[in-house]
């Protein structure tokens, strides 16, 4: 209405009055120098005019971080936190979300502020946003249920912390779970946590009941989504039998790499050639770290600028002629 004040102006006024005071945020992490977090992450506060930084801590040990003035700030308000520190992490904190807790793993820290009692400690909460970003781009591609004689299944490959975070995303999804890994004893702890079926081998093959086609055979099972969290360098590529049965499809299964570089996986490659969907891990970057900014801050991501800022760095440079 004439003579109100936009939001952006409500900030500013805000902050030139001290209400919002300046607060520290970063990713934790080893070996994250190639990190996009620190550029989508400041590009969020500078567009919501927040005062707040976000810094790359590369710290071999989670002992040395929670040691550091960074950690012990009064204006440290929580941080990302990455490989190889998610598990190590939980420890150090006070509570876990439930995604946290069910999930094993923790990639995002909380720091929840004692409100009027300054003789009180803050609280350090432990989520994690890693399986939004997986579930938000498969949710919107999805679109509805699987056919009424169809069971819809979620084919998981890998083994690590980032499958858990799969696992329960299709379980939000309400996909049956089919998990895959060269380590038999990792997809069985997956299918231990999170219910579904550890196959043995990627073949169809009727005489081997723990086969991935005797298995779909088996539930009646349509494959919805793969969701490989295997590094590139494992160069993986679906089977062809899969491959054929997928393009007589009426559904095609969407290809979910977590990989955010390099642009194409071999995995990527052959899916898009086939002509089946595709979600890449630079998705899954830009909407775990929308998570994180709304947790943080407690209003909505400018979800553009954190989208455009994660293209730009993961966005093969094109080739001069």
């Known amino acids: 209405a004439p003579g109100q004040m936009t939001a952006s ?3 500013a006024t805000r902050l030139i009055m001290g209400f919002v005071p300046p607060t520290k945020y970063g990713i934790l992490g080893h070996k994250i120098s190639y990190s996009v977090s620190p550029a989508m992450q400041g590009a969020a506060f500078a567009a919501a005019r927040l005062p707040h930084s976000y810094s790359l801590i590369d710290m071999e040990s989670v002992d040395e971080f929670v040691d550091s003035d960074f950690w012990n700030d009064e204006a440290f308000g929580g941080c990302s936190v ?19 807790q069910t999930i094993g793993a923790v990639n995002t820290v909380i720091v929840k502020k004692p409100e009027n009692d300054d003789n009180s400690e803050r609280t350090l909460i432990g989520d994690n946003t890693d399986w939004k970003g997986i579930f938000n781009p ?10 009424d004689d169809k069971v819809g299944v979620a084919l998981i490959l890998g083994g690590g912390g980032t499958a858990r975070a799969a696992a329960y995303a299709a379980t939000q999804l309400g996909l049956e779970k089919v998990y895959y890994n060269r380590t038999p004893a990792k ?9 579904g079926t550890v196959a043995t081998s990627l073949e169809n093959e009727e005489e081997e009941a723990a086969s991935l086609g005797s298995i779909l055979k088996s539930m009646n099972g349509e494959t919805r989504v793969v969701i490989s969290t295997l590094p590139a360098a494992a160069e993986f590529e679906l089977p062809n039998w899969f491959v054929e049965e997928g393009k007589e499809s009426e559904r ?10 390099p642009f ?16 890449r891990g630079s998705e899954m970057l830009w909407e775990q770290g929308v998570g994180q900014f709304e947790l ?5 991501a400018p979800y553009k600028v954190m989208k455009d ?11 001069e002629d």
């Open 187 to 195: 997809a069985e702890d997956l299918a231990n946590t999170f219910g």
């Open 264 to 279: 194409w996986t071999n995995l990527l490659r052959q899916s898009d050639e086939i002509g089946f969907p595709l979600v």
């Open 82 to 100: 990455t490989i190889p520190h998610k598990q190590a992490i939980i420890p150090h904190l006070d509570e876990l979300t439930d995604a946290a």
């Open 138 to 147: 498969l949710n919107r591609k999805l679109g509805g249920s699987s056919s």
């Open 309 to 319: 800022v994660v293209l730009e760095n993961c966005l093969p440079v094109e080739e």
């Open 9 to 11: 102006e409500l900030m």
């Open 252 to 261: 095609k299964p969407i290809i979910f790499d977590v990989n955010y570089k």
């Open 296 to 300: 943080w801050t407690g209003r909505t």
